[in-house]
């Protein structure tokens, strides 16, 4: 549990305070954490809302073992399910759940993922190519795809998920190197990017590896695939005056997040004509538009730099 002591969730206040209104006017609200990791926002919001009942999902049995431990306490009030994100809705049916009043998402990977030599997340020492989140599922993994994806599918999911300038230079980088040997280890994938990009460009912006090693994640996971499928269902199940926050870590994800929130924000009626019907009045309201961490959040939690927090509260329901 030594890992689960140091946890310190990101923006934390940040978090109460938007979802605050949708949780203190309930008499008992619900509030499904779609990614609890090792429970540091549940196990918060449980101790601040005597009354709340939180549906932890995670993806990762290792990570929600653990918040299971650390929210014992809370006895019934906190049920830990094994399940991707996506699958909110049907894994809420089957515990009787139609409706709730929050739903909190802490997007990319977790600390416990990225200190874990037996994952393959870092690329900043040697480690194996997993990368799975969910790493007894049968998903291909990160050696798998490199052994197997062509220049152009590395390509494209370096460009779209890394946002790597230099994308097709490293794919074919990659290429050539597993026809000499297998790509293995992490550390073995990070010179072999390292070389791939101009030495100019690597002067600027950290650990050049850290791109690829974003978008092969995000593709071993089907990451934006699932947040994708996820957003429309977590607005479709909160009641009128619940709230969705979620944190994203790079701008693929925020760019996605802002899109699907900020659609439901504009009122389907004409411009210009009384709003005269209840579903004349945007779905949605945001309440976070971009919030960052405090630079004293920051100072204390480097990995939190890149976080930003939004937020939306249903206004009413769906037509």
Do not use: W
Not at 6 to 32: F, K, S, T, Y
Not at 36 to 60: E, K, M, N
């Amino acid at each position: 549990m030594d890992r689960v002591a140091v946890h310190v969730p990101v923006m934390l206040q940040e978090c109460l305070q938007v979802l605050d209104p949708a949780l203190a006017g309930h008499p008992q609200p619900v509030l499904v954490d779609a990614t609890v990791g090792l429970g540091g926002h549940s196990h918060a919001l449980l101790q601040h809302y005597p009354t709340l009942r939180i549906i932890g999902l995670d993806r990762d049995p290792e990570a929600l073992e653990l918040a299971r431990a650390r929210l014992a306490d809370s006895g019934p009030r906190f049920t830990g399910v094994h399940c991707v994100y996506d699958q909110m809705q049907e894994q809420l049916a089957q515990l009787g759940i139609t409706s709730v009043q929050a739903v909190l998402f802490d997007l990319g990977i977790s600390s416990l993922q990225i200190d874990s030599d037996a994952r393959g997340f870092s690329y900043s020492r040697p480690t194996g190519l997993d990368m799975r989140m969910d790493a007894h599922s049968d998903a291909a993994t990160a050696a798998d795809l490199l052994a197997s994806y062509s220049v152009a599918q590395l390509t494209r999911v370096l460009a779209t998920y890394g946002q790597e300038r230099f994308a097709r230079r490293v794919a074919q980088a990659l290429v050539n190197a597993r026809q000499q040997q297998p790509l293995t280890s992490s550390d073995q994938v990070a010179e072999i990017v390292r070389e791939a990009i101009p030495a100019a460009a690597r002067r600027t912006g950290g650990n050049p590896a850290k791109r690829t090693f974003q978008a092969l994640r995000i593709e071993v996971n089907d990451e934006i695939g699932a947040l994708q499928r996820a957003l429309p269902v977590s607005v479709e199940m909160l009641a009128v005056g619940g709230r969705v926050a979620v944190l994203t870590y790079h701008s693929l994800e925020d760019r996605i997040v802002k899109r699907a929130l900020s659609q439901h924000t504009v009122s389907p009626a004409p411009a210009g004509v009384p709003l005269a019907h209840v579903h004349d009045v945007p779905l949605l309201r945001m309440v976070a538009r971009g919030t960052q961490p405090s630079p004293e959040e920051i100072d204390r939690n480097p990995r939190c730099s890149s976080a930003r927090l939004r937020a939306a509260e249903k206004l009413r329901e769906a037509a």
